[in-house]
């Protein structure tokens, strides 16, 4: 019942409009397992609210609607997995990033890329990385980048990395430079890339941070896009990889008092990349997102997500953005509550009534966009939102 509400109002302010053009985002982390699961927990907030988020909210201007399909926890298997994959459907313009954390094995014999666990231990049903790359780039998007951060028993938590950017308990912000770099490598080539975290025969390893646990990989990673490629006039694929794996194999090699750690332990990143440049869609205003596909939660979250951005997109003019906010206000509960959520962790930094909520986004200025986390709904509508804002840094 809940669903059909929901599909029902957002129809009748939105129609069957589609965006031309989406990034698909599919993100598989082993969180129950039970060495790392706390480290994965914590590696995939981060790998959303500094990467995902950020990316989102930068290339709603070329006009790409966002399709995140998140599994974690007990649905983190190799059956979800195969299904997931091949069940995507993408077309000419989009971008597809898959994204792996959990424990793997080099794939002996057939490939320098690992086979991927997926939450269980039974060998015949580990999934080749390479097959994961192979099929998605056979959908034919514009731009396939699949990351496998493989890890096994022997990681531990000990260690540090020296971050160059603290905990963030605000809101989110993004630079003008870091939208520009974001641009660069997603919107600047076509083709595709396949990444791992290690060699064969190299573990990969976790490390302490102020934000919290998380593997090198994934850190190096948030680290070149929220610091070190918004400096560069010209960043590349090969280029950050070549700094990731210098990063993170000095970070291994280096630190000793990595807990479990084997006495000499290296962990250097490959990848093999076919990409080309290619000019980026120009700037647009956005298509009014597809509301009618909503299914299941994540496609609720999905679609609240893209009616969001829409409604805070300046390239939509105020009058527009300010007349849908009241028709929005329509699928909510007259007392529904809006939290807003830090960049990082889970705390509230402030909460709203929807139409008060929804009245400042459709007027802002300075807000980038608004990212849906969480939302639940009865009989009558939406009742909850909790949301994570990115703002425009000055």
């Known amino acids: ?75 983190t298997t190799p059956e979800n997995c195969k299904t997931i994959v091949n069940n995507l459907d993408c077309d000419a313009e989009d971008i597809v990033v898959f994204y792996y954390i959990g424990h793997g094995t080099e794939n002996t014999g057939a490939s320098r890329f690992p086979l991927m666990l997926m939450g269980q231990v039974n060998p015949n049903k580990f999934i080749p990385l390479s097959w994961v790359h192979k099929t998605l780039k056979s959908k034919g998007a514009r731009l396939t980048v699949t990351i496998g951060m493989c890890c096994n028993a022997r990681q531990g938590v000990a260690g540090r990395v020296d971050p160059t950017f603290s905990a963030n308990y605000g809101n989110t912000y993004v630079s003008e430079e870091q939208s520009n770099c974001i641009k660069k490598m997603f919107l600047n080539y076509r083709g595709d890339i396949l990444i791992t975290s290690a060699s064969p025969n190299e573990s990969s390893w976790a490390c302490g941070t102020p934000i919290g646990p998380t593997d090198y990989f994934t850190y190096r990673l948030i680290d070149q896009f929220n610091n070190e490629l918004p400096e560069l006039s010209n960043p590349t694929w090969n280029s950050m990889m070549e700094s990731i794996k210098e990063d993170v194999y000095n970070d291994v ?34 298509d009014k997102p597809n509301t009618e596909r909503v299914s299941d939660k994540s496609e609720m979250l999905n679609t609240l997500t893209n009616v969001m951005s829409y409604l805070s997109s300046t390239k939509v003019s105020p009058k527009e953005r300010i007349a849908l906010a009241g028709k929005i206000e329509q699928a909510f509960t007259s007392n529904a509550i ?36 969480d939302a639940t709904a009865n009989d009558s509508g939406i009742n909850s939102l909790r949301v994570r804002e990115v703002y425009k840094k000055r």
Do not use: C
């Not at 509400?5 to 939105?14: E, N, P, R, V």
């Not at 990595?258 to 869609?281: D, K, R, V, Y």
């Not at 830090?342 to 200025?365: M, P, W």
């Open 338 to 373: 809006v939290r807003i959520m830090s960049q990082d962790g889970n705390l509230v930094v402030d909460k709203e009534n929807i139409s008060i909520f929804l009245g400042r986004i459709a007027t802002s200025r300075l807000l980038e966009n608004v990212i849906v986390v």
């Open 253 to 286: 090699s280096n630190n000793v008092g990595l807990q479990n750690q084997a006495p000499g332990s290296t962990q250097t990143p490959i990848w093999e990349a076919n990409l080309t440049s290619a000019s980026a869609p120009s700037p647009t205003t956005p």
């Open 1 to 75: 019942m809940r669903k059909l509400i929901l599909i029902f109002m957002l129809s009748l302010l939105f129609g069957a409009e589609t965006y031309a053009k989406t990034i698909h985002w599919l993100t598989f982390i082993d969180t129950m397992d039970r060495n790392v699961g706390e480290i994965d927990k914590s590696s995939r907030q981060l790998l959303y609210s500094r990467w995902i988020d950020l990316v989102n909210s930068t290339l709603k201007d070329n006009g790409y609607s966002v399709d995140i399909i998140d599994v974690y926890d007990s649905k």
